[in-house]
């Protein structure tokens, strides 16, 4: 066999369907695809992202060069949406999770042909950290089924065990944390550690939450989304 890796990362595709099936968020992008970004004025821009400056994990301000050469400095405030390409490994991982994230509440406010050519999705984005309440730009992990309910990458969360080749994580390393929001409300952090306490109370709407998941598993957590989402 001439790629021994190739054919392990193609075998252990099934077991990353089951670990989880948010989008694996991504940290690096590609200066020489082309980035779709629209701002708070409506304004839409379409060239390359030249580089981007995080501050704890967020994005800060991003440096832009649309098709006719024209450079921006934009601030994360400044953007409503953007859809980036990634890049190196960051590209594999999402390649291999958007091919087992098909689902039956697609949102229709979403570009399906970019996300089905695997483009990184960010928004701005009300979050709720500790008292304050912050307007964020923030990476959205399931574009596809957030009608009702949207998860965000929290930068800072930690990850379970995963199972990698070739550096490359296969399956398994859940996040312990994601930023959620229900119904367009802001942000709030969620956290595998204090899931079960507040799984009645987070999908309170739902009455049949209870009796569909008598045993509540942080692993389960996009099942919990799509069941709820049908309830509402």
């Known amino acids: 066999m ?4 190739i054919f392990i990362l193609m075998a252990l595709i099934g077991l990353q369907a089951t670990a989880q099936e948010l989008l694996s968020p991504s940290f690096t992008f ?18 390359n992202v030249d580089k981007i400056k995080r501050e704890k994990g967020l994005i800060e301000e991003i440096k832009f060069v649309d098709g006719s050469g024209k450079k921006y400095k934009l601030k994360a405030g400044d953007v409503k949406e953007m ?10 991982s999402r390649a291999m999770n958007i091919a087992n ?11 399906s042909d970019l996300l089905n050519k ?12 500790k008292k304050k309440e ?32 070739g550096g490359v994580k296969v399956a398994g390393g859940d996040a312990k944390s994601y930023f959620i929001a229900l119904n367009n409300q802001a942000a709030f952090k969620l956290t595998k550690k204090k899931y079960k ?12 939450m209870k009796t569909s998941f008598p045993d509540i598993k942080w692993t389960e957590l996009t099942q919990h989304i799509t069941t709820f989402t049908d309830c509402q």
């Open 197 to 208: 306490e507040e799984f009645l109370l987070l999908w309170k709407t739902c009455g049949q």
């Open 134 to 165: 912050l307007t964020l730009l923030m990476q959205l992990l399931n574009p596809t089924f957030s009608k009702s309910v949207k998860v965000y990458h929290d930068p800072y969360a930690k990850e379970t065990a995963s199972l990698g080749v």
């Open 2 to 5: 001439k790629n021994p890796i």
């Open 83 to 92: 859809y980036l390409p990634p890049s190196g490994v960051d590209k594999l």
């Open 30 to 47: 590609s200066h020489k695809k082309t980035a779709y970004i629209t701002l708070m004025d409506g304004t839409e821009l379409k060239g």
């Open 118 to 129: 695997n483009y990184v999705y960010f928004e701005n984005a009300q979050v709720k950290i």
């Open 101 to 111: 994230d098909a689902r039956k509440w697609n949102n229709e406010s979403m570009n």
